[in-house]
C-alpha cells in the first residue's frame, strides 16, 4: 500500500484541519489505519487508529474529544478531523497502514504498521 497524507498548514489556536491519507493498491479497505506524529525534538507518537470496517477506533488520550478518524473505503482515504487545535499539536503528522490485512481491532503501536506516508506538517501558532 502507497500512501500520501495531505491537508496541513498554518492555523491558529482554536482553529480546524482536515487531514487526509490517500492510499493505492486493491486491498486498502482491508487494512487498519492510523495517524501519528512527530514534534520537533520528539519521538513520533500515536494519534489514532482506525479498523479496516471502521467501526473500532482508538485515540491518544491528548486528542480523545478534539480529533476525530474516518474513513472511505470507496476513496480509499483516510481523514483525520483536527478541532480545537492547540499549540502543542504542531508536528509532522502521518498515515500508516497495517502490518496485515483485516485486522478488526486496530494496533496503536507504531510497529505493527507497514506502511507510511510521506507526512504533512501542521503548525498551530499561539
Known amino acids: 500500500v502507497q500512501l500520501q497524507a495531505f491537508g496541513g498548514g498554518l492555523v491558529q489556536a482554536g482553529g480546524s484541519l482536515r487531514l487526509s491519507c490517500a492510499g493505492s493498491?486493491?486491498?486498502?479497505?482491508?487494512?487498519?489505519m492510523g495517524w501519528f506524529r512527530q514534534a520537533p525534538g520528539k519521538e513520533r507518537e500515536f494519534v489514532a487508529a482506525?479498523?479496516?470496517?471502521?467501526?473500532?477506533?482508538h485515540y491518544a488520550d491528548s486528542v480523545k474529544g478534539r480529533f476525530t478518524i474516518s474513513r472511505d473505503n470507496a476513496k480509499n482515504t483516510v481523514y483525520l478531523q483536527m478541532n480545537s487545535l492547540k499549540p502543542e499539536d504542531t508536528a509532522v503528522y502521518y498515515c500508516?497502514?497495517?502490518?496485515?490485512?483485516?485486522?478488526?481491532?486496530?494496533?496503536?503501536?507504531?510497529?505493527?504498521?507497514?506502511?507510511w506516508g510521506q507526512g504533512t506538517e501542521v503548525t498551530v501558532s499561539s
Open positions: 482506525i479498523g479496516w470496517s471502521g467501526v473500532t477506533i
Open positions: 493498491g486493491r486491498l486498502f479497505n482491508s487494512y487498519a
Open positions: 500508516a497502514a497495517d502490518s496485515i490485512t483485516g485486522r478488526r481491532y486496530p494496533p496503536t503501536l507504531e510497529r505493527d504498521f507497514a506502511s
